[in-house]
């Protein structure tokens, strides 16, 4: 379960949602890394082991943190910042971590991505995938729509990045709300992606509670069984707590109602595949 559900503010206020989440029949979360201080997650790595949680760190980069920047000093602390979240996931205990942060969320030129861009993307995020392998981590890259982020928009754009930057431990993440707006099928995007898949959020075309909007799950699970994903498969969902999704309507009662009906209906479909 992403913990995105609850906003942005990521601190021990959150252990009784922990909780939570492992009494629905959850095994892991993800956590996403804000505050790069990795003394501030030993706390976390402590309370996720006494629940015998899994964990997959998670972070994003806003536009003073932008790897394809024009700017050499904001590429230069941008690759210094995201080493920092490596070094949190590192406290955490997590062997991946995942998000779209090739690039700043929100942060366009309005042209297409040019040739120097993608240079500064690779050079950048093969650096940070050779300090990921000196601490057992693998990179997620995750392409976000083109509403929110340029750089790589779609699986086809992703999978051209991750094989220039040509890096053991830089692989890819898969999120259905995303490639549900820029994908033609999302099976065979599974299927395209075979061995670079390391992780999957299942989520929503309204961002809300798995099952009750129009994606194809059973057909996406059939997907992942069929490239042999042995893989986490993570819910993500949102609400308004988190501004960045402008989300402004009310989609569900509770977060712990939509925690337990997400898992529910996974489990229903499950012996489908």
Excluded at 46 to 56: C, F, N, P, V
Excluded at 123 to 146: F, H, M, P, S, V
Excluded at 226 to 240: K, L
Aim: glycine share 4%; charged share 25%.
């Amino acid at each position: 379960m992403n913990l995105l559900l609850w906003g942005t503010e990521i601190d021990e206020s959150l252990f009784s949602v922990l909780e939570d989440i492992k009494s629905a029949g959850y095994d892991g979360v993800e956590i996403p890394i804000f505050n790069t201080n990795p003394d501030s997650w030993k706390s976390w790595r402590i309370k996720l082991d006494e629940l015998g949680l899994e964990r997959i760190a998670v972070t994003i980069n806003g536009p003073e943190h932008n790897q394809i920047s024009s700017d050499p000093l904001i590429r230069k602390s941008t690759l210094e910042r995201n080493k920092k979240a490596l070094d949190c996931a590192k406290v955490l205990g997590a062997t991946l971590m995942t998000g779209p942060f090739h690039s700043a969320l929100g942060s366009f030129t309005r042209t297409q991505v040019t040739t120097e861009e993608k240079k500064w993307a690779v050079e950048n995020l093969r650096e940070l995938a050779e300090y990921a392998q000196t601490l057992d981590i693998t990179l997620g890259l995750e392409y976000l729509n083109r509403f929110e982020s340029y750089l790589v928009s779609c699986l086809d754009e992703l999978i051209d990045l991750v094989n220039e930057i040509n890096h053991p431990a830089c692989k890819i993440m898969f999120d259905t709300f995303h490639a549900n707006i820029e994908e033609k099928s999302l099976p065979k995007a599974i299927e395209k992606l075979g061995d670079k898949l390391v992780h999957i959020q299942l989520s929503e075309n309204d961002r809300a509670t798995l099952g009750q909007g129009h994606i194809d799950f059973p057909s996406i699970l059939k997907a992942l069984h069929n490239i042999n994903y042995t893989g986490m498969v993570s819910v993500e969902a949102f609400s308004s707590k988190l501004s960045a999704a402008n989300i402004w309507r009310k989609m569900f009662d509770s977060e712990l109602q939509l925690v337990q009906d997400s898992i529910n209906y996974l489990k229903s479909i499950q012996h489908e595949n």
